[in-house]
C-alpha cells in the first residue's frame, strides 16, 4: 500500500497564488500577466501553486507554427515541503489545464542557469529541450533584480530612473512540452540534448521552507 499522501488538484486564489509565489518561489513575486492559477493539496493541506501564463513575449508559440491561444508558458512552480515528485505534480496541473482549455497544444518552460536552474523537473518529465532563449535587459532596483517585463509592468515608466539599473540578463533554458501527438512529431526534431544539472538547488523534490495557509478552492481563471 502506498505511504504517499492523496493530491489534489483545483483552482487557487490570486491571494493563495501570490502567498504561494512570495513564500515559496525564488522570484518572490507573482506575474502580472493574465494568469491560470492552479492549487496543489497533499492530504487537503495546501502546499502551493502551478501557475501558466500567456508568457513574456507574444512570439512564445508563434515559431512553432501555433496561435497564441494555442499554447502557454509555465510561469511558476511554487511548493513547500511536499511528498509527490514535481514532475508529477506539474503533469497533473497540464492534464487540468488541458481539460479547461482545449485548445492548447503546447506549454513551454524556461529553467535560469543563473539561479542553479537546469530543467532538473522538465527532464524528469519527458519535456522536450530546444536550446537557450536570447538573453534580455534587467533591471535592479532597490537591491532586487527583475526581469524585463515585471519590472516594466510594475513599475510603469521608471526604466531611466536614477536609480534603476539595467544590466544584461542570462540566457535561459528552453523546455518544450506537447500536448497532442501530432504536436509532438512536430517538435520532436528540434530537440537537443538535456543540459547537465548545474548546482543542488535543482531538484525532483525541493526542500523550500514554510507552511501552509488556508485557501478557498474552486475559482475559475481570473480575467
Known amino acids: 500500500m502506498s505511504n504517499k499522501p492523496a493530491l489534489k488538484i483545483d483552482w487557487a486564489t490570486y491571494e493563495a ?3 504561494a509565489c512570495e513564500k515559496w518561489h525564488y522570484s518572490k513575486c507573482i506575474p502580472k500577466s493574465k494568469l491560470a492559477k492552479i ?5 487537503d493541506k495546501f502546499i502551493g501553486v502551478v501557475i501558466f501564463g500567456v508568457g513574456a513575449t507574444s512570439d512564445l508559440v508563434k515559431r512553432y507554427g501555433l496561435r497564441m491561444e494555442q499554447g502557454c508558458e509555465l510561469v511558476r512552480v511554487a511548493l513547500t515541503k511536499h511528498q509527490q515528485p514535481v514532475s508529477r505534480i506539474v503533469a497533473i496541473s497540464m492534464r487540468y489545464l488541458k481539460t479547461q482549455f482545449p485548445n492548447l497544444r503546447l506549454v513551454v518552460s524556461f529553467a535560469d542557469p543563473s539561479h542553479g536552474h537546469h530543467g532538473g523537473i522538465y527532464q ?3 519535456w522536450i529541450f530546444n536550446g537557450t532563449s536570447q538573453s534580455s535587459d534587467e533591471y535592479i532596483y532597490k537591491g532586487k ?8 509592468n510594475s513599475h510603469k515608466g521608471m526604466e531611466k530612473h536614477p536609480d534603476v539599473q ?3 540578463g542570462s540566457s535561459k533554458y528552453r523546455y518544450l512540452m506537447p500536448l497532442d501527438d501530432d504536436m509532438r512529431k512536430q517538435i520532436m ?14 531538484s525532483e523534490n525541493p526542500s523550500e521552507q514554510g507552511g501552509a495557509v488556508p485557501t478557498d478552492t474552486l475559482q475559475t481563471i481570473e480575467s
Request: aromatic share 14%; proline share 8%; no cysteine.
Open 17 to 19: 497564488a501570490k502567498f
Open 166 to 168: 539595467i544590466v544584461k
Open 189 to 202: 526534431p528540434l530537440a537537443k540534448p538535456y543540459p547537465k544539472r548545474v548546482k543542488k538547488l535543482d
Open 39 to 43: 492549487g496543489v493539496w497533499e492530504n
Open 124 to 126: 524528469a518529465g519527458n
Open 145 to 152: 533584480r527583475w526581469q524585463g517585463r515585471s519590472f516594466r
